[in-house]
């Protein structure tokens, strides 16, 4: 499916909304390529089949209801529910950004602002006072690697063999 620039940049624009502040649910819908916005309370009241809400709902939401009832019955992937972007992935986009700024006084303050390399080595020093704690970071961050790199295979659908599924 390919979508117009303007849908991408409303997608990108949605996946940029926090989702405790949003109170809805994005989803896309893969066959007519469009954003399709839920209020969060409509969509557990359909999921739980809460007959006491939905039969209070107006006429304009009812379709909402039918949406979210298509949602929860699509077992052949037309709608996929649009992600947010982790506050950790703009931290590295203010990052790359600081790297590109070349206005005097400004630059500087940026670049100190995203240093993180002083925050890693300020836990790094914290740690080594702790021999223990280290070496318990040390698993706990090899754990966290190996999620991380099963959970991307996962997505990839890559059997454990690393060949494709």
Known sequence: MKLDPLDIKVIGEVMYQPRESRGKLFYLDT?????????????????????G???????????DALVAQAILSDEGGRFMEIPEIEP??????MAYFSE????PG????????VDV?????????????????EELWRFFLEQKKTEEARAWLEELNVARDGELA
Not at 106 to 113: G, H, N, P, S
Not at 117 to 133: G, H, M, V, W
């Open 31 to 51: 066959k007519k390529g469009a954003v399709t916005p839920l209020s969060k309370k409509l969509f557990t009241a359909v999921l739980t089949q809460d007959n």
């Open 117 to 133: 390399s002083k925050a890693i080595a300020k836990f790094r020093r914290i740690l080594e006072q702790s021999p223990e704690d």
């Open 88 to 93: 950790v992935d703009e931290f590295y986009w």
């Open 106 to 113: 400004i630059e500087e303050r940026l670049r100190k602002a």
């Open 53 to 63: 809400f939905l039969g209070k709902l107006p006429e304009h939401e009812r379709e």
């Open 100 to 103: 590109m700024v070349f206005t």
